[in-house]
């Protein structure tokens, strides 16, 4: 038993190697520099990341979309020191749970995706909420399940049918990137891409309740989201930084 299980732990340890090797020669179509992206972000910010390892080709091909991993801007925090403190909380394959600098991703093409609306309390409790997960591992097994699922059925909603509301291991110390994000948001009940369904009205006489109906939202589980649903969803707005002080256009000079 414990020699399969040493086995295992080798197989894991060789195929996460495996998929953390970058993928050679991937160009950014644009990237930004440390001082654009820190001017823009505020805290409870998604930031979207174009990868270049092998874990991000594969997420990229199951979700059909450039976008292969998230993370939540929090800002620098308390004792931090230096020109380019940690500010981001991220779930990578090697490390799991960690805070990271703004200048892990200048040569990355990336996207700012900010929550409409969300109160500054609330802000406050996103940021907390992924600050909290800190130190937890990569759960894998997610990213595995979230490839089997949406490359077998069209569509969410054919999971919903189905009855598969959460996908991963279901250990609450392992997460991928875009599960940890969720879950924040979440946890002060901000939607990224809620259903909409037809319910029995919560606050009428019993003997009306057969004739009321009224619209509720239901929100997927966390283990469900990829990166790309923060881009689509339509409780974000896209900031997109501006590369040229005072952009002319007319001022540009062309090579032909």
């Not at 038993?1 to 060789?14: G, I, K, S, V």
């Not at 399940?145 to 291991?169: E, Q």
């Not at 589980?221 to 002080?245: E, G, Q």
């Amino acid at each position: 038993m414990r020699t399969f299980r040493r086995l295992l732990d080798r197989l894991n340890d060789w195929f996460t190697d495996y998929l953390n090797r970058p993928v050679q020669d991937l160009e950014p179509p644009v990237a930004y520099s440390v001082d654009l992206l820190g001017a823009l972000l505020q805290p409870g910010d998604v930031l979207l990341v174009e990868g270049n390892l092998r874990i991000s080709s594969v997420i990229k091909y199951i979700t059909q979309s450039m976008w292969s991993h998230v993370a939540l801007y929090v800002g620098p925090q308390p004792g931090a020191r230096g020109d380019d403190p940690p500010v981001l909380v991220e779930a990578e394959l090697a490390h799991g749970v960690i805070l990271s600098p703004l200048s892990k991703y200048v040569n990355f093409h990336t996207r700012i995706c900010r929550p409409i609306g969300l109160r500054p309390e609330d802000r406050e409790r996103v940021v907390a909420h992924a600050l909290g997960r800190v130190g937890h591992g990569y759960d894998l097994k997610n990213v595995i399940d979230l490839a089997r699922d949406r490359l077998s059925r069209p569509s969410v909603a054919a999971t919903l049918k189905r009855g598969l509301r959460a996908l991963g291991s279901g250990e609450p110390t392992r997460t991928i990137c875009s599960t940890l994000i969720a879950q924040a948001f979440q946890s002060v009940r901000y939607p990224i891409l809620p259903t909409r369904r037809m319910v029995p009205c919560f606050d009428v006489p019993s003997n009306r309740i057969d004739d009321c109906v009224e619209e509720a939202w239901e929100a997927r589980h966390f283990s469900l989201f990829a990166p790309r649903d923060f881009d689509v969803s339509p409780y974000f707005t896209v900031i997109k930084p501006v590369p040229v002080v005072d952009f002319d256009y007319t001022r540009l000079r062309w090579a032909g």
